[in-house]
Structures are given as structure tokens and as C-alpha cells.
């Protein structure tokens, strides 16, 4: 049971160890226990009070920060991404696959070429810092109803080109998120292509959540019926090696 107690004790050990980023905390079973309990509770609040479909807020050109800070990976540095950026990701490809009626793949041509949605958004990092951004990119909703997603699909694995500690990166989120008008495939930052530090050519922004779960680098979207058998099941890579949430909500 999540006791009132258990709530507020999960967010003041959570909030504190998630932003010293101590990993003896994270690793600590008490802990990891006390941040599940309170994941849940915020998921449940904000899926049952919460409009998900509600706009994060939106800011002014005036508004952007001086820089926009990279975080994670800054350069994914593998040969084939090297290749690839080497060439404009002339040859980059984004590929649906899964539980879509059409699978399918586009260029990165291909995805500037559909209707576009531009953004002025807040990105909140879990570290404790916050830059504003203008973000230009499909809605994700498009690229969605283009593959055509079967009955039985639940959740979009964002896989990455890039490596941490050996590992793939990917991330993932529900369809209530992914159909959100905000989520977008962006491939522009500040009316620049992307650099590579901050994703290029393509990264997620779903603006109702906190920042970890804005993959980078992304090639693929797998749609499937469970978590369970991406990674260690957890649902993203922070969430396998250090026992973030899955659902960030903000």
C-alpha cells in the first residue's frame, strides 16, 4: 500500500538522489522500492486528474536561453554515425517497426519533407536545470497513422544511434504521450539543424516529461505490446542501469 508517509519520504530521497546522482542510493533496494511506489502514484494521479492532452506551456523568441545545454551523450562517435554526419545524414534512415500495420522507413529528407510543428518549450532536466528551446520537427502523431499501429500495440521504444557503457540507448513512452500534439521528432533547434550535442539529426521531445526521456540520435520506433523483453524491461536505459522512473511526468 502507498502510504502519505511512503509518497512524501519517495520524492525527498528520490528528488535528492536522483539529482547528486548517487549511485549507492539508486542502487539501495529500500530506495529503489520507495521511488516504484512513488512512480506509480504519480502516474496514476496524472493519468486519472490530469488532461495529458493539455499543452506544456509555450514561451517568446525573447524567452530562449543564451545556450542550450547538451547533456548524455554529445557525440554518439561510432563510425557509422561519423559517416553519416559527415555527409549531412544524407543516408540516415528512421525505420517503424513492430506492431505497425506498415512498417516502413524515411529519409531524413523524407520526415522534413511532412507538415512540421514548431515550439518554444521548457526542457527540465532531472539534474536540476532548465533551458528554454525552440524545436521544429513532425508531430510523432503523423509518422504514427503513416505506419498504421495494430490494436494490440502499448508502448514506442525510441531506439539511438549512440552507446552508454556499452549499452544501446533507447527510451520509451505510452500512446497517450505519443499522440500528444507537442511530441515531435525534432531535427531543428533555434531555426538551426540540430547539432549534434543536442541529438542530430533526430530526437524526441515529448514536453510533458522530464528530459531524460528525450532520446537523442533516434533510428528506429518499435511499437509493442510490453516492455518487458526491450533491455532489462524497465523501459529505458537510465531506468535499467540506475533505476530512474519510466514515467517522468511533469
Known amino acids: 500500500m502507498i502510504t502519505r508517509r511512503k509518497l512524501i519520504t519517495g520524492a525527498a530521497i528520490g528528488a535528492g538522489g536522483l539529482l547528486s546522482g548517487c549511485d549507492a ?11 516504484a511506489s512513488a512512480e506509480t502514484a504519480n502516474f496514476v494521479v496524472q493519468r486519472t486528474l490530469g488532461d495529458r492532452m493539455e499543452l506544456a506551456s509555450e514561451y517568446r523568441m525573447a524567452d530562449l536561453s543564451p545556450t542550450f545545454r547538451a547533456n548524455g551523450t554529445r557525440d554518439p562517435a561510432s563510425p557509422e554515425y561519423d559517416a553519416s554526419a559527415a ?9 517503424l517497426t513492430g506492431l505497425f500495420r506498415k512498417p516502413q522507413q524515411f529519409s531524413l529528407a523524407a520526415v522534413q519533407s511532412l507538415p512540421q510543428r514548431t515550439q518554444i518549450t521548457r526542457h527540465d532536466c532531472v539534474e ?24 494490440k500495440a502499448r508502448f514506442l521504444v525510441f531506439h539511438c544511434a549512440d552507446r552508454l557503457g556499452g549499452r544501446p540507448y533507447y ?14 521528432l ?21 514536453e510533458r516529461q522530464l528530459g531524460y526521456k528525450h532520446a537523442k540520435y533516434v533510428t ?31
Open 25 to 35: 542510493l539508486n542502487r539501495n533496494p529500500l530506495f529503489q522500492d520507495i521511488l
Open 171 to 184: 527510451e520509451s513512452i505510452d500512446l497517450l504521450d505519443g499522440f500528444h500534439p507537442q511530441t515531435i
Open 220 to 250: 528506429g520506433i518499435e511499437a509493442v505490446a510490453s516492455l518487458a523483453g526491450i533491455g532489462e524491461g524497465k523501459g529505458g536505459y537510465w531506468q535499467d542501469v540506475a533505476g530512474y522512473a519510466w514515467y517522468a511526468g511533469i
Open 128 to 151: 536540476g536545470w532548465s533551458a528554454i528551446g525552440q524545436w521544429t520537427g513532425v508531430p510523432l502523431k503523423i509518422l504514427l497513422d503513416l505506419g498504421q499501429l495494430q490494436d
Open 186 to 206: 525534432a531535427h531543428r533547434l533555434n531555426g538551426s539543424p540540430l547539432p549534434v550535442a543536442n541529438g542530430a539529426p533526430l530526437r524526441l521531445r515529448v
Open 87 to 95: 555527409q549531412g545524414f544524407a543516408d540516415w534512415r528512421l525505420r
